[in-house]
């Protein structure tokens, strides 16, 4: 044959560019499921059940099409378990003259395939993920020379660059940013709609049943899963997204509620980052929302800035920065992960719900993440690789390109400021402020000191105190700054001893899950 095209698992999109030029009289795809990449962490079983049903469902479109393929299943004999291994068996059985693959999520990945040409003694092309707005050749382009980054001027840059949410040269509604209007918590008896589940088809339970019987001890709950596996399925939750809920993401993008974990989130990610949705699409599916007058700019811009920014910025900073990314560890962060990330036994009712919604759902927001399990780890330590490992396991969307840079830089500040321009430490009144847990706590929000003092707030003053140094040059951190200062001296003794206190209780709780990063 000509050419052999590997699809990875993460790139199940028709448009992908290794399969650009394909000709199915003299090419021939190869899909692997493989023991390496559903073992290098040990995923939440919904990842793991999504990614192979898709991996399955989309060969079947393939085949449909009439582009041959060879399918290799997890279970299947002789399956080697690595990418290089499948393609060792393919070369040997095809002779194919040249590989393609599209370029991988992964810089681990990415260094395997460098040696490909070599150990497969024929060219192995390489070729650009064209999913993303920015190649990594254009975010370096736009990273150099500046000495600290700023999502918002990307971001900027990218609008003006693709025109989504632009009149010319000015941005729709005269502003590039609405945040101000997006920050409300939920008012009382706002009503929340239900959220839409794809009844799993013969092919996913098939792939339920193997998840449980090969990976039993990993986390998370598999009865609920209800992830669309096909395109057609997550086009569906694309359309469903933009009529039910888009008119009210802003408002309620940064609120929290118990019981319920969606919101009026998209719960895209999922299939943005394994292929079945492409950003493009997505943003422009709001975008006409927003035109046609079925949901305000507030919210349409509020999620444009999460794609066309965020995505984008975060997946531009891992490039630029890999693979020494995640070796820096500012703040001196030490402590082991404490067991509650794993068994949400804890009786802080923010922390325990956050946990609870990721086992069931393989999901939690954006806002549970950064101000809830991100800032408690920020707030009392812990390290990095921990937290980062913790990360990657337990999401359905965790793929280390987008995970890593949101969990080192943004969540915990390891880089020093390098991706966000200061650290996202806030006290319990913020999660009060916007969510209903408090009300349900062992802890009171408002106590800075005694038995009932939110944890959150102890160690943010605590936070603060330690990383004076470091932090307080930071004009951005002022205000708090300022607070702490502000505090009568026997208060702040108080409240600083109190948090002490509380990570001697941690520590002596000891930790026996930390899973560290392959
Ligand atoms: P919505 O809130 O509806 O947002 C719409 C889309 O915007 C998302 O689908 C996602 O594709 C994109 N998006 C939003 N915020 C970000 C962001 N900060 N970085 C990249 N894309 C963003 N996202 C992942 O896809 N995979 C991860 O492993 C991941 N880990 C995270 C870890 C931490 C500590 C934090 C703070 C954020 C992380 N995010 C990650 C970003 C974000 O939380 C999720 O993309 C989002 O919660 C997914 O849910 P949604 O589709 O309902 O998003
Ligand atoms: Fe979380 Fe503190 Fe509120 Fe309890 S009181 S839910 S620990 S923020």
């Given at each position: 044959i000509r050419n052999l095209v590997l699809l990875l698992g993460d790139q199940l999109t028709r448009g992908i560019s290794a399969l650009q030029g394909f000709d199915p009289e003299r090419d021939r795809i190869l899909m692997a499921e493989l023991a390496e990449e559903t073992s290098y962490v040990p995923h939440h079983v919904q990842k793991i059940v999504l990614v192979l049903s898709a991996m399955r469902h989309f060969a079947e479109e393939l085949r449909n099409e009439g582009l041959p393929l060879d399918y290799v299943a997890l279970e299947d004999d002789g399956n080697s378990g690595s990418f290089t291994g499948e393609l060792a068996r393919a070369v040997k059985r095809l002779d194919p003259e040249r590989i393609i693959v599209t370029e991988p999520g992964e810089w681990r990945l990415r260094e395997v395939m460098e040696g490909w040409t070599e150990r497969f003694a024929r060219p192995v092309e390489i070729r650009p993920d064209t999913r993303f707005f920015a190649s990594r050749e254009r975010f370096a382009s736009w990273a150099k020379g500046r000495r600290s980054f700023r999502m918002e001027h990307f971001y900027r840059e990218m609008r003006r660059e693709t025109g989504i949410l632009m009149e010319g040269e000015t941005p729709s509604g005269g502003r590039w940013n609405f945040d101000a209007e997006n920050r409300k918590a939920l008012p009382k008896g706002e009503r929340v709609p239900r959220r839409h589940r794809v009844e799993p088809d013969a092919v996913t339970r098939a792939v339920i049943d193997m998840v449980r019987r090969r990976f039993p001890d990993n986390f998370g709950d598999l009865d609920g899963f209800g992830w669309a596996v096909t395109r057609k399925d997550a086009l569906d939750a694309l359309d469903r997204f933009v009529a039910e809920l888009l008119p009210r993401f802003g408002d309620y993008q940064d609120a929290m509620k118990r019981g319920a974990p969606f919101l009026f989130h998209a719960v895209l990610s999922p299939y943005l980052n394994i292929g079945l949705l492409t950003a493009g699409e997505v943003c422009t599916a709001a975008e006409t929302a927003w035109r046609d007058g079925r949901a305000p700019l507030n919210a349409v811009e509020g999620f444009v800035r999460q794609i066309l920014g965020w995505r984008e910025y975060v997946r531009g900073v891992y490039w630029l920065r890999m693979p020494d990314y995640p070796e820096s560890n500012v703040l001196g962060a030490d402590r082991p992960l404490p067991d509650f990330y794993w068994t949400g036994e804890t009786d802080m009712a923010c922390m325990a719900e956050a946990v609870a919604a990721t086992r069931r759902h393989a999901y939690a927001h954006h806002i549970q993440r950064l101000m809830v399990t991100g800032n408690f780890a920020l707030l009392a330590g812990i390290r990095p690789a921990e937290v980062e490992a913790w990360y990657l396991v337990v999401y359905a969307d965790a793929f280390e390109w987008v995970e890593l840079p949101n969990v080192h830089g943004m969540a915990l500040f390891a880089d020093g400021g390098l991706l966000a321009s200061k650290p996202y430490a806030a006290s319990g009144a913020y999660i009060d402020r916007m969510s209903d847990y408090c009300a349900g706590c062992a802890y009171d929000p408002r106590a800075k000191t005694g038995a009932k003092a939110c944890p959150f707030n102890v160690l943010y003053w605590r936070f603060l105190s330690v990383n004076r140094d470091r932090l307080a040059g930071n004009p951005r951190m002022a205000m708090p700054y300022r607070t702490l200062d502000a505090m009568e001296a026997g208060q702040r003794a108080e409240v600083l001893r109190a948090a002490e206190a509380w990570l001697e209780k941690l520590d002596a709780a000891g930790?026996?899950?930390?899973a560290p990063r392959q």
């Open positions: 930790s026996t899950y930390a």
